[in-house]
């Protein structure tokens, strides 16, 4: 029996049931629980989501982890129990040097982008984008950044704080969206180690 690669496959399905003040009570899709397979799995997930206003699924973040699930855990503990900081002070300005639109606090990145999220978006889809088993730090790293590039993860930040935004110069990419979940799969499918 060999190994069937994961890569593709949803590690969770959040959708938005109702906002009670500054909280947003999301629940688990029933047909994309937790995929429990993904704790203590090395590799690359990338967050997807789309509001009511949005047709389409647009790529939020991307990032490695030595234990994806885990990671996917706290993200999804922020996204529910977490409030926005009323005292944020930093702009946060993503890898592409675009302000995002929300404040954030030195140490409190996750703490501060997750319940942003949870505002502005309605549906949020965690995918497991690369199978990193047998990868070094910085092959993975390399991975990411392609990822995330491919997709302009708008929240994406590769562990670089931008100060200010980028005008000048800049050339960003179109950002891809996809209609269908199966869509999404499939471009991390088809994508060759």
């Not at 029933?30 to 997930?45: M, N, P, V």
């Not at 699930?69 to 999804?76: A, H």
């Not at 929240?155 to 980028?166: A, I, L």
């Amino acid at each position: 029996m060999g190994t069937q690669t994961k890569t593709g496959n949803i590690i969770v399905r959040l959708i938005k049931e109702e906002q009670k003040g500054d909280k947003s009570c999301f629940k688990v899709d029933t047909e994309h629980d937790f995929d429990r397979s993904f704790l203590a799995q090395k590799g690359i997930w990338a967050l997807w989501g789309k509001d009511k206003e949005l047709e389409n699924y647009v790529c939020l973040n991307v990032g490695k982890s030595v234990d994806v699930g885990r990671e996917i855990l706290y993200d999804m503990s922020c996204l529910t129990y977490v409030s926005e900081p009323d005292e944020a002070e930093l702009p946060y300005i993503n890898q592409f040097g675009e302000g995002c639109g929300f404040n954030w606090n030195t140490g409190e990145t996750q703490e501060c982008l997750y319940p942003f999220l949870a505002q502005k978006y309605d549906d949020l889809i965690f995918v497991f984008a690369y199978d990193g088993t047998d990868e070094t730090n910085a092959s993975m790293t390399r991975h990411e950044i392609e990822i995330a590039h491919d997709y302009h993860s708008l929240y994406w930040r590769n562990g670089k704080v931008f100060e200010n935004q980028k005008f000048e110069d800049f050339q960003i990419d179109e950002v891809k969206q996809f209609k269908e979940i199966e869509k999404i799969q499939e471009c991390f499918r088809k994508k060759k180690k």
